[in-house]
C-alpha cells in the first residue's frame, strides 16, 4: 500500500489486496478500509466481483489426468 496508515485506499492498492485476498485471508484493517474503498468505488468493487465470480467458474472446472498429477506433486 502506498501510504501504511492512509483510511482510504487508491484503486491500485484495493486491485492489489483483492488479488491477495484470493490466497490469504486478509486482516481487518485490511477488509475495513477495502471495504470503505468499495462504498466510493464502483470500479473497484466491480473488479471484486468480476474476481469472485472467476474463482467461483475455476472451481467449478473439473481436473484433468495432468493436473491432478501437478497438485499430488505439491
Known amino acids: ?10 484503486c491500485k492498492d ?15 484493517a485490511e477488509r475495513t478500509k477495502m471495504r470503505m474503498h468499495f462504498m466510493i468505488c464502483t470500479s473497484c468493487t466491480n473488479f471484486n466481483a468480476q474476481m469472485q465470480l472467476l474463482r467461483a467458474a475455476m472451481r467449478k472446472l473439473p481436473l484433468g489426468d495432468s493436473q491432478i498429477d501437478e497438485v499430488e506433486k505439491k
Open 14 to 28: 484495493v486491485q492489489a489486496l483483492v488479488s491477495q485476498g484470493l490466497d490469504r485471508e486478509l486482516a481487518l
Open 1 to 10: 500500500m502506498t501510504k501504511k496508515n492512509a483510511v482510504l485506499l487508491s
